[in-house]
């Protein structure tokens, strides 16, 4: 015998990837993003931010360049700016927090302002909060007040296209085991829930929606690892990041204390920073210990 909500969920589908366009146009794809946390409650030390380090490694994985993280109070004025900059900066841009029923969830509102978006009620986003939630909720739902479905119905209230002309607004089904979809604002901006287990599942489930980096514009990646203090290094390492800036090769280093210290070469030339890397490792007595494409890198052995 089937339930109730087994009966709801029978219609519930993802969004097809393959009916969404590319958002940034055909043969384009993501080469930068920006981060922007939104919360009073991570600005206080109240709530202790883990999403923008999953959304760093994301894009890390993918080879796509962090640009920015940002945390910004549950302010109007702060949320338009930010948005309106990094979109206007950055090829893929999510947010954080701020979506919730309560007064000071203000991001869809904020985030209309941004792109001057008129607010309206999903249908179907509305379908799915009733379709997936349980018996027993719904029971208590049915004997709430306006005021209470209002506060409810407010998390299915987003910016919304309403002709030629307008900012492109898309709600996306990514997951169906969740009713909350993510929201694309103007092809580059994604909204997300800021309770981190929903933020990094709805992330991971965008993933075939987004124009990604083919494998040949992944950067190349060298890890050398010295037993040498940093400071001793680093003189070395500034000489070396001067001499070949023009070339788009990136140095990093990272001390691991009282152990040593990961230096990191990153670059598209592959053979260049096999080059460097050989350099670098006679001269801060050191040894690769990984190296690939981002994300796709092997321990050396």
């Known amino acids: 015998m089937s339930t109730g ?3 709801l969920r029978v ?15 055909e043969g384009m794809f993501i080469r930068t993003a920006g981060c922007l946390i939104i919360g009073d409650e991570v600005l206080n030390g109240k709530t202790k ?14 080879g796509i360049e962090l640009k920015r993280i940002e945390v910004i109070a549950d302010d109007e004025e702060e949320i338009v700016e930010a948005a309106r900059r990094m979109t206007e900066k950055y090829d893929f841009v999510v947010t954080s927090g701020g979506i919730g029923p309560t007064h000071d969830d203000i991001t869809y509102a904020s985030l209309g302002a941004a ?8 249908a179907e986003t509305l379908r799915r909060m009733w379709a997936l939630t349980t018996p027993e909720r719904r029971a208590e739902l049915e004997k709430a007040t306006p005021a209470q479905r209002e506060a ?13 002309g307008d900012a492109a607004s898309e709600v996306l089904f990514v997951d169906v085991e969740k009713w909350v979809p993510v929201v694309r604002l103007g092809g580059k901006l994604c909204v997300f829930p800021g309770i981190p287990s929903l933020f990094q599942q709805l992330l991971l489930s965008l993933t075939p ?36 800036k023009k070339e788009g090769v990136r ?3 990272y001390p691991y204390l009282y152990q ?25 007595d050191g040894k690769v210990v990984s190296e690939g494409k981002l994300g796709e890198e092997k321990a050396k052995v």
């Open 5 to 7: 909500k087994e009966d």
């Open 152 to 164: 409810r119905e407010r998390m299915a209230l987003f910016p919304t296209s309403s002709g030629t």
């Open 209 to 244: 929606y987004l124009p990604l980096p083919p494998a040949s514009a992944k950067p190349f990646r060298h890890l050398i690892f010295t037993s040498k203090p940093e400071s001793v290094i680093a003189p070395f390492l500034t000489e070396l990041q001067a001499r070949v």
């Open 115 to 122: 792109f001057k978006l008129p607010l309206k009620h999903d």
């Open 260 to 284: 040593g210290v990961h230096v990191s070469l990153i670059g598209h030339d592959v053979e260049r920073i096999k080059e460097l890397g050989r350099e670098v490792a006679a001269e801060i």
């Open 11 to 25: 219609n519930l589908r993802v969004t097809d990837p393959a009916s969404v366009p590319n958002p940034l146009g």
């Open 251 to 253: 140095v990093g280093s």
């Open 49 to 62: 931010d883990t999403n923008s380090n999953f959304f760093a490694q994301f894009c890390f994985d993918l």
